[in-house]
């Protein structure tokens, strides 16, 4: 293969055979991860049906009520995985009796409670997901509120439920200016872990055996040898200034002297 | 060896500069010696030339200058050379091996015994071989109590039986009866291994041929899983096997009577009929059948009492049945327990193995009954409490004895007497007992003959707390703490303060020993040791009463490490040699004996540190059953003394210390029980009010793992409707999280420290830029697998099986980060420390190990980086901030291979946070490998920049390194790790180490090196000689430069 690949590609000139076999791996390695899922997510023709689940709520310890409704698609794929997807959502105005009930829950600073069926689908029976908020965080110009519901499947997971933005510690009281909900809503589900990366280079360094081995790169002289050469520059300045001293009385010094000059041209 | 060929070199250097300095300080002669004053001197002396090309060329010109900076110049010189010729020698003496042992101690266990084997025949070594309950076989030296050889066997392979075959091989029959191993009786080795067939759970026996004749070779029978095996004594081989599965047969007894090739096998066809087979030894084949129904059914115990006989209870427990099998019919013969002792109740029957004699308790009370040659039953004696009793023994001239031991005040009487006549007592022995050891749960015995051929008796009792002791003439010989192989739970406690009074002296015995200690380390440290010295120097430093003194020190290196174990004892470890300071066997009013569950620290003194003793809890309960009332203990640190213990009259699920104190700085906790209440302690109406000042800011959680829900909780009221407990609190739902049952179930949940600190919020990356650390206390991570995927590793296909990760916040229930790995398996282990988590878990498709971390950053911080927000206070950093905000936070994670198999993780904590991390490791070795943090950094790149590099990021690699000098176990192993626990010192670089399983290991760890301080054999009598020294030369050569230069005037 290594051989033959110059042949074919004549055009390629320097490209290395290795680097293109390696190439050619990979991609088919991804393609054989990820097309059986994509293909068949758009040429599948969606059974779907539609399905609707109540949002209840609860004032402090009180029973749960009905809130509202989602509606939703459910797309079964061939697969056997379900989703939803088209959320809508139909929030109930606060009755006059709720009114006040949500009223004396942000005096008393107390919970505002919601939950939701954990299966949208055969909701009876299950348990619920049970999400709750400080009633003194919803109130902004309007009741604030902001769903996050965790799917996996067709189930419901969790339900994170509170106002868009921060909610200030301490709480203070306050009533909304309308009494109309301004819901948000969005539908999560789980993330895919990237996979974890394998590197090849043992793969690179064996078909790089052949004569293509990098060497390390030049360093240079000085890189090389500066701990040799400080030492050897110290004693040479410190001979000098001695041989400078001592030159006036002793020839000797002077021999010395010529001696470092020497060396130090080599360098 | 490097260092002997050298040493007479490196020995020379030292004396060689010694000598230089006491000439050069001594000797007029030398100073002219110096390059820049005197020319004549220069070249004439060989060594002084040495001195002169070394001389920094600085110092030369400095001298010429003025004179008193020349003499400092010269001292400095020398000591600069000094220290050259000090530090050349030190490198080239590999330090590593002697530092084992000096910050660390390894403790070898083998847990509580089940099984004792003596082996005192030979004129040799004299041991018991031995298994336990931690699923460890083991040689004992009978001597010392010392471990000559030990297997720990794998969790899942408990040992059902031991025994001693051809007189040389060990054999242990484990799982249930599906293996059979051989070990070498004196060294340990394995043998032979032989996995048997087994097609059904029962019980399962072993039965080794008692004969002395080596030459003929009887098989080993081993029943279990419905059948019955004989394996060949000598190489493991199976001769043949017996299937018995198909008829729902329960093997009792197997009997070889000796030189017989007929083996009996006596078993109950559900538990109503007796059968027994007469098997041809050699080949297996059924000789003989006959059985015969026994209406009322068998329960229990089958006690065989002689050779053709044996007793077993009805189903009712109230009648005795006696067996005889071996003659033509097989016959029944009952005895009414009534008829034996009076007041009868449910009987059990105990010690199965005396000979025409057997024991049954009924009523708290042990009978003895004796077997008449009729079958016929009399009850000969009875004693009364709880008895513990050993096997049949026999002695010499035929006859059998056995030991009893029972509890008198802090005595124990040991008696050991004729089985046939029990009026003739052997052997009575009373001795002092420790009380914290508790009853005596069981006794082997074993005999010896004494110089005047009499018989003499050595005992092997174990304890209520697991120990184990050997008694022989009235004393114990030896004992081991075989409860701390069995550790559940470890906090750590300071030590007392040292008071006044308690000066340097008396630790230190005398000035003089210190200075003796300093020279011989001095000694030492210059190569001038002998070898005694070395060996008194590594003995110091091994014994440096500094190291095990129950003072708190400096540094914070002394500590206790308190340990419940699982015999419900409280033990407290010095850090410095690992010995046992304290113990305590846990009491309580209500129960006998409750079993631990967890440990607190109730009361950490800081306030007042000189005048209160800290103190922990210890939450217990009395029964198994997560329903049965608790029990709380609270013990006081220092001493071991028991303060009190209380009965709290419900169930204990979850105990939750809270980040409140009262005044005398005992910590808020609460207990929630089974009912969904929860209870406050202590109960004091000062606890209480700082309670109801942060009601409305409690929430717990708990955790459902069968149903796959995780239920956040707010207090509601108190519970004043209900009972009249002010201290109880009702709490209502706030949040579930419900994970679908069909496809994820959860099998690993973590929570961080909470006693953790946290130095920085901020993170400084390599381009200047500011992230800010999500520290948060309310996480919880969550790790849930497919339903399938549960098992074990490759039970599953990769499509099959997902892991799916969640970090939950427990006060709103928000899940703040989901990820699920696809073809992913656990076991998950997880370690979580400040805003990140790392996770290990098996990847099915790359067939390998993977460790995955996640850190996660907080957004709404992240706008104050300006430098003019900060200083104009617009920023909101000092916001308190509310769960209740929706966060705004990212996470980055990246994913690694990991070559190992782990069974714990943990990550080392310091005292401010500001030491770098390291995880710690507990391998499938048992063995903890250290891994710097940085390894597992999701911001690690293929090519990092040089900005990145300079920050210490490395590059991206697939797997993570194992270096194999980062095994802070170096050469040990931990067996049968269960857990690491660490613990910051006081110094920031230091934290303790303590992994316990079956062994116990403690170590402190530096991840940083010990950047803040000298390390322990630093000399500081060579420091002070050297600066003394320094003084001196630099005040001659100051007093001879100033003589010269008076002479150079006059000249």
Redesign the interface.
């Given at each position: 293969m290594a051989k033959l690949t110059p042949f074919f590609f004549l055009s390629f000139l320097i490209i290395s055979s290795s680097l293109a076999f390696q190439s050619d791996e990979f991609g088919l390695e991804g393609a054989q991860q990820q097309t059986p899922t994509t293909r068949k997510r758009y040429s599948d023709p969606d059974s779907d049906s539609k399905v609707q689940f109540s949002l209840e709520h609860a004032f402090g310890?009180s029973d749960f009520s009905p809130a509202g409704t989602f509606s939703a698609r459910l797309k079964s794929w061939s697969h056997g995985g379900k989703t939803l997807t088209k959320l809508r959502f139909s929030r109930n105005g606060f009755s006059d009796e709720e009114k006040d009930t949500f009223k004396n829950l942000l005096k008393g600073?107390d919970?505002y409670?919601i939950r939701l069926p954990?299966?949208v689908i055969s909701p009876p029976g299950?348990?619920?997901?049970?999400?709750?908020?400080?009633a003194r965080?919803l109130p902004r110009d309007g009741l604030d509120e902001?769903f996050?519901i965790?799917m996996?499947?067709a189930?419901?997971?969790?339900?994170?439920?509170?106002?868009?933005?921060?909610?200030?510690?301490?709480?203070q009281f306050k009533l909304p200016a309308k009494w109309s909900f301004n819901s948000h809503t969005i539908l999560?589900s789980?993330?895919?872990?990237?996979?974890?990366?394998?590197?090849t280079e043992e793969v690179l360094g064996g078909e790089n055996a052949e004569g293509e081995v990098e060497p390390p790169p030049e360093r240079s002289f000085w890189a090389k040898y500066w701990m040799y050469l400080i030492p050897v520059g110290?004693?040479v300045?410190?001979a000098v200034?001695?041989a400078t001293?001592?030159a006036e009385?002793?020839t000797g010094g002077q021999a010395g002297g010529s001696q470092v000059q020497q060396s130090a041209r080599r360098r | 060896m490097f260092f002997s060929f050298e040493e007479k070199k490196l020995r020379k250097v030292p004396r060689f500069a010694n000598a230089c300095g006491a000439i050069t300080t001594t000797k007029k002669g030398a100073i002219p010696a110096l390059p820049s004053d005197k020319k004549t001197l220069a070249c004439s002396s060989h060594d002084l030339l040495f001195f002169q090309t070394k001389a920094p060329f600085s110092l030369t010109r400095s001298v010429k200058k003025t004179k008193p900076a020349n003499a400092m110049a010269m001292a400095l010189r020398l000591y600069l050379l000094l220290l050259v010729f000090l530090s050349s020698a030190i490198v080239s003496f590999s330090l590593y091996e002697d530092q084992v042992g000096l910050m660390d101690w390894h403790q070898r266990y083998i847990g509580k015994v089940k099984h004792a084997v003596f082996h005192t025949q030979k004129t040799g070594r004299k041991r018991v071989i031995v298994s336990t309950e931690e699923n460890v076989v083991a040689s004992l030296d009978l001597r010392h109590g010392e471990i000559f050889w030990r297997h720990v066997l794998g969790t899942k392979d408990a040992i059902d039986g031991v025994d001693i075959a051809l007189g040389k091989y060990v054999i242990t029959l484990s799982s249930e009866g599906s293996m059979v191993r051989a070990w070498n009786l004196p060294d340990g080795q394995m043998v032979w291994e032989t996995s048997l067939h087994s097609a059904q759970h029962s019980k399962s026996l072993l039965s080794v041929p008692v004969n002395l004749k080596v030459d003929k070779d009887y098989p080993i029978l081993v029943f279990g899983g419905g059948y019955l095996h004989a394996v060949s004594p000598i190489d493991g081989e199976v001769l043949w096997k017996k299937d018995f599965t198909a008829e729902g047969f329960e093997v009792q007894r197997v009997l070889q009577p000796l030189e017989s090739s007929i083996i009996y096998v006596l078993g109950f066809l559900h538990s109503s009929e007796a059968i027994v087979y007469q098997i041809d030894s050699k080949s297996g084949e059924v000789v003989a059948e006959k059985s015969k129904a026994f209406p009322g059914g068998f329960s229990g115990e089958v006690a065989s009492v002689s050779n053709d006989k044996v007793v077993v209870l009805d189903s009712t427990r109230s009648i005795l049945v006696t067996i005889s099998f071996v003659d033509e019919e097989i016959s029944f013969q009952k005895t009414l327990i009534s008829d034996l002792v009076e007041d009868s109740g449910e009987a059990e029957i105990l010690s199965p193995l005396l000979s025409n004699m057997l024991a049954v308790k009924v009523n708290k009370r042990t009978i003895f009954v004796r077997v008449g040659d009729q079958g016929k039953l009399e009850m000969v004696d009875s004693l009364s409490d709880e008895t513990a009793m050993s096997d049949s023994l026999p002695v010499a001239d035929d006859q059998v004895a056995f030991a009893s031991v029972h509890h008198e005040g802090s005595k124990i009487h040991l008696t050991v007497k004729l089985v046939d006549d029990l009026d003739t007592v052997l052997l009575r022995e009373s001795i002092q007992m420790d009380q914290h050891r508790g009853r005596v749960d069981k006794v082997f015995i074993n005999n010896y003959i004494k110089t005047d051929r009499s018989n003499g008796f050595r005992a092997l009792i174990v304890m209520e707390d697991h120990s184990l002791l050997l008694l022989q003439q009235g004393a114990i010989v030896w004992s081991r703490e075989e409860g701390l192989a069995s550790v559940t739970d470890v906090t750590t406690a300071e030590l007392p303060v040292e008071k006044d009074g308690v000066s340097v002296a008396k630790v230190e015995h005398t000035l003089v020993d210190w200075l003796k200690g300093h020279i011989l380390k001095l000694k030492g440290s210059l190569l001038l040791a002998s070898p005694e010295d070395v060996v008194a120097i590594q003995e110091m430093r091994m014994k440096s009463s500094g190291r095990s003194k129950l003072t708190r020190d400096h540094n914070g290196f002394r500590k206790l490490f308190i340990a419940l174990t699982r015999a419900g004892k409280l033990y407290a470890l010095h850090t410095g040699d690992g010995r046992i300071v304290w113990s305590t066997l846990l009491k309580s009013p209500a129960c006998a004996r409750p079993s631990g569950i967890s440990l607190y620290q109730w009361q950490v003194p800081h306030h007042h540190a000189m005048d209160e003793n800290p103190s922990v809890l210890v939450v217990g309960r009395c029964g198994s059953d997560s329903s049965s009332p608790g029990v709380l203990s609270f013990v006081d640190v220092y001493t071991g003394k028991e303060i009190s213990s209380s009965d709290i009259g419900h169930s204990v699920v979850q105990v939750m210390p809270l980040p409140f104190t009262d005044s005398t700085e005992q910590r808020l906790h609460l207990i929630a029980d089974t009912d969904g209440h929860v209870h406050l302690y202590p109960k004091t109406s000062e606890a209480l009010s700082i309670f109801q000042r942060e009601f409305q800011n409690v929430y717990w959680y708990n955790v459902e793992g069968d149903d796959g829900i995780v239920r956040g909780h707010g207090m509601k009221s108190s519970c004043s409707g209900e009972t009249a407990d002010e201290y109880c609190f009702t709490t209502r739902e706030l949040w579930t999280v419900v994970f679908p049952s069909e496809s994820e179930k959860i099998i690993s949940t973590l929570t961080r420290k909470p006693n953790e600190v946290v130095h920085t919020q901020a993170k400084v990356s390599t381009d200047q830029d500011v992230l800010y650390k999500y520290v948060s206390r309310n996480l919880l991570f969550v790790a849930t697998v497919s339903p399938k995927g549960a098992g074990e590793i490759g039970s599953v296909t990769p499509e099959e099986s997902a892991l799916v990760v969640y970090l939950i916040d427990t006060v709103t229930g928000r899940i703040l980060h989901r990820l699920s790995h696809q073809g992913c398996q656990g076991p998950v282990h997880a370690v979580f420390s400040e805003n990140w988590v790392v996770y290990h878990y098996f990847n099915l498709r790359a067939h390998k190990y993977e460790v995955t971390v996640v850190e996660i950053y907080d957004q709404s911080r992240a706008e104050n980086k300006n430098v003019w927000k900060l200083v104009l206070g617009k920023h909101n950093l000092t916001a308190p901030i509310s769960s209740y905000s929706r966060p705004e936070m990212f996470t980055k994670s990246q994913s690694y291979f990991f070559p190992q198999s782990v069974k714990t993780i943990a990550v080392t904590s310091t005292a401010k946070g500001i030491t770098s991390k390291q995880l710690l490791i507990g391998t499938i070795g048992d063995q903890i490998l250290a891994l710097d943090k940085r390894f597992v950094d999701p911001r690690r790149t293929l090519n990092p920049s040089q900005a990145e590099k300079e920050e210490g990021i490395i590059p991206l690699t697939d797997s993570l390194p194992i270096i194999p000098q980062s095994y802070i176990t170096h050469s040990l192993k931990v067996e049968g790790l269960r857990g690491i626990v660490t613990a910051p010192a006081k110094l920031e670089s230091t934290t303790h180490v303590f992994a316990y399983g079956v062994d116990l290991f403690y170590t402190r760890l530096a991840p940083s090196k010990t950047y803040d301080s000298l390390t322990d054999d630093f000399s500081y009598a060579l420091l002070l000689i050297t600066i003394v020294a320094l003084v001196a030369a630099i005040y001659i050569t100051w007093a001879l430069s100033e003589k010269k230069e008076l002479s150079e005037k006059w000249r």
């Open positions: 310890d600073d919970f409670r954990s299966n299950k348990e619920f997901v049970v999400a709750s908020v400080r965080c902001h996050v965790h996996e499947g189930n419901i997971l969790a339900l994170s439920y509170g106002s868009l933005g921060a909610c200030q510690y301490p709480r999560k789980s993330e895919q872990a990237p996979r974890t990366p394998i590197f110290l004693v300045m410190n200034t001695q001293n001592m009385e002793q | -």
